[in-house]
């Protein structure tokens, strides 16, 4: 329970690293810490507007994806201590449950009845069928290491003891906060500043929404984000007594929002045939840390 609230309370920030980095960057005064849930919480004010050839789906579909997160996070342990929820091979749930969210808002999306939210529909669909072997690969790389097939097992059984270990590590994080980047359609596949909806990815998808349901779309963008640094606190918290714990868990948040600013400040975005071998790449890079465990444990020379 721990980490499911250090997620959201963390979750009420982590946009506001990200535009202070880059605003920090760019030389400019930008806006406060807390301006995006404050322009969130104004949303949620307001009321929603459905366009009449949409149905139900449209309007169910932010809640189904918001759930599917706040129920995701649920599994995530803290250091020694598990999750609300934890059973032998619950990372598979748990990156379904995320599929759950995104096949709905997929759905929404072809509702609308929009060509342009069907266009950034197709190509979600496209970089989310992509990016899943890297995050398979990477747990079961990790699944191998620790001979555990739980969230909690995994993480606690993991140990750094060497070079190789470190760097196995190092890679780990990595790739996890790449693949939230393609999950959250950020910088180098999508820029959610865009208005152009010929480029556009998720923006595009989400351009029916308005008041309370676009609120509660942006709101699960920086939870999922948050979620995914909880996951890559994990590799490092260890056994870490709580206080310590604490203070790596929010370091390492913080990290991940600055690194995200840094990358979106200095990198242009993808043209849209390059992200499919953009995001493969994970994937191979994702099999040098199968390799890599595969070494440490004496299999391959």
């Not at 009321?47 to 599917?68: E, K, R």
């Not at 993480?155 to 890679?171: D, K, Q, R, T, W």
């Not at 370091?251 to 995200?260: E, P």
Request: hydrophobic letters at 55%; aromatic letters at 14%; proline letters at 3%.
């Amino acid at each position: 329970m721990v980490s499911t609230i250090l997620i959201v309370l963390v979750s009420l920030i982590f946009g506001g690293i990200i535009i202070r980095t880059k605003s920090i960057l760019s030389g400019r005064k930008g806006p406060g810490m807390f301006q995006p849930m404050h322009d969130i919480i104004r949303l949620f004010r307001k009321g929603s507007v459905y366009s009449y050839t949409s149905s139900f789906i449209t309007q169910i579909a932010p809640l189904v994806y918001f759930s599917s997160v706040v129920i995701a996070t649920l599994f995530i342990p803290f250091g020694q201590q598990k999750g609300v929820f934890s059973f032998q091979g619950d990372f598979i749930l748990f990156a379904y449950l995320l599929t759950v969210g995104k096949f709905m808002m997929i759905v929404a999306a072809l509702d609308s009845g929009s060509s342009f939210e069907g266009m950034g529909a197709s190509r979600e669909v496209l970089f989310s069928a992509l990016i899943e072997p890297a995050f398979f690969i990477t747990m079961g790389s990790f699944t191998l290491l620790s001979g555990k097939i739980s969230l909690a097992e995994i993480f606690a059984n993991v140990h750094y003891n060497s070079h190789l270990s470190y760097f196995i590590g190092f890679l780990a994080a990595i790739i996890l906060m790449l693949i939230a980047m393609v999950e959250n359609s950020r910088m180098p596949v999508d820029d959610p500043k865009t208005h152009l909806e010929l480029t556009m990815i998720h923006e595009v998808m989400i351009l029916d929404y308005s008041g309370f349901d676009l609120g509660l779309i942006l709101y699960t963008t920086y939870l999922k984000f948050a979620m995914y640094g909880a996951l890559i606190a994990n590799f490092f918290i260890g056994q870490l007594p709580l206080v310590q714990s604490i203070a790596v868990f929010l370091g390492i948040q913080v990290l991940f929002a600055i690194m995200i600013g840094i990358i979106e400040s200095f990198m242009a975005r993808f043209r849209m045939n390059h992200n499919p071998q953009y995001i493969l790449i994970l994937s191979s890079l994702s099999l040098l840390i199968f390799l890599g465990i595969l070494m440490f444990l004496g299999k391959i020379i």
